[in-house]
């Protein structure tokens, strides 16, 4: 079984302790891919230090997340985007897109900011993950005004309901589906189960959003194939069916 995280922050302090037993375990859980997004300047280093420890395995992307769009910061942040992007050794720009749920003060920064780097997006022919929290209507209206062929991604954490999903869809983007869809009456499993695995990749956003049964603990890329097994539950198929469909997705998307 081989399966692709395709978001996750391995490079976070969570991981100080045990960052190499978790590459180690998320390989002998047929985890054999984990993609690294970008938060702001103070990742590049340790994401790029596991890109270059890992490599086959751990793949960057370059962006500027939204909580991290701040008036006093944001020149100097999105010039060493555009100068990690300019080594070429990125599979997509990301995390970027809009979160209003923390804070709105900056909102018109993110929104500016997010159009922004879907531009370089295009310009260096590269997908999108886009964070999407309290903020789909927002985000909606930007990929609208921006889409086109040069466009691809993934809604990161898919926050929506199914309607929402098949808007999605048929922009040509992919829905990313991590633990959340393990939570007891999550509204997700309707959306799975509507749309299948046709349209989606999985992704733990370690070490956050951990599945059941280990909700409220560290999340890590060996959980992957929780988050399948629930899918291939809901979509009533294998496993073997699920983890193939998803990461021939993700190998598509991210020209892995």
Same mark, same amino acid.
């Given at each position: 079984m081989n399966y692709i995280d395709t978001h996750c922050h391995l490079y976070l302090p969570e991981f100080a302790d045990d960052r190499q037993a978790a590459v180690q375990k998320s390989i002998n859980a047929g985890v054999n891919k984990i993609l690294l997004p970008n938060i702001d300047n103070t990742s590049w280093l340790p994401m790029l230090k596991l890109f270059h420890q890992y490599p086959g395995i751990c793949f960057p992307m370059a962006g500027l997340h939204p909580?991290?769009?701040?008036?006093?910061t944001i020149e100097a *942040?999105?010039? =060493?985007?555009?100068?990690?992007? =300019?080594?070429?050794?990125?599979?997509?720009?990301? *995390?970027i897109g809009i979160d209003l749920y923390w804070d709105k003060t900056h909102q018109g920064l993110q929104e500016e900011t997010f159009r922004h780097q879907?531009?370089?997006?295009?310009?260096?022919?590269?997908?999108?993950?886009?964070?999407?929290?309290?903020?789909?209507? =927002?985000?909606?209206?930007?990929?609208?005004? =921006?889409?086109g062929p040069d466009l691809k991604g993934v809604f990161h954490c898919f926050p929506g309901d199914e309607k929402q999903a098949r808007q999605v869809i048929e922009a040509g983007f992919l829905l990313g589906i991590g633990g959340v869809v393990t939570f007891k009456n999550?509204?997700?499993?309707?959306?799975?189960?509507?749309v299948g695995p046709g349209h989606i990749i999985l992704e733990t956003d370690a070490p956050f959003l951990a599945p059941a049964p280990y909700r409220g603990k560290r999340n890590e890329p060996s959980y992957i194939p929780i988050i399948a097994g629930k899918i291939a539950e809901l979509c009533v198929m294998s496993l073997q069916e699920v983890a193939d469909i998803t990461s021939r997705n993700a190998k598509r998307l991210f020209k892995l």
């Amino acid at each position: 079984m081989n399966y692709i995280d395709t978001h996750c922050h391995l490079y976070l302090p969570e991981f100080a302790d045990d960052r190499q037993a978790a590459v180690q375990k998320s390989i002998n859980a047929g985890v054999n891919k984990i993609l690294l997004p970008n938060i702001d300047n103070t990742s590049w280093l340790p994401m790029l230090k596991l890109f270059h420890q890992y490599p086959g395995i751990c793949f960057p992307m370059a962006g500027l997340h939204p909580t991290s769009v701040l008036p006093e910061t944001i020149e100097a *942040e999105l010039n =060493e985007v555009v100068r990690q992007l =300019e080594t070429g050794n990125y599979i997509a720009v990301g *995390e970027i897109g809009i979160d209003l749920y923390w804070d709105k003060t900056h909102q018109g920064l993110q929104e500016e900011t997010f159009r922004h780097q879907l531009r370089l997006a295009k310009k260096y022919k590269l997908p999108v993950a886009i964070h999407v929290r309290k903020s789909f209507d =927002e985000v909606w209206h930007i990929i609208k005004t =921006e889409t086109g062929p040069d466009l691809k991604g993934v809604f990161h954490c898919f926050p929506g309901d199914e309607k929402q999903a098949r808007q999605v869809i048929e922009a040509g983007f992919l829905l990313g589906i991590g633990g959340v869809v393990t939570f007891k009456n999550s509204s997700l499993q309707n959306v799975v189960a509507a749309v299948g695995p046709g349209h989606i990749i999985l992704e733990t956003d370690a070490p956050f959003l951990a599945p059941a049964p280990y909700r409220g603990k560290r999340n890590e890329p060996s959980y992957i194939p929780i988050i399948a097994g629930k899918i291939a539950e809901l979509c009533v198929m294998s496993l073997q069916e699920v983890a193939d469909i998803t990461s021939r997705n993700a190998k598509r998307l991210f020209k892995l």
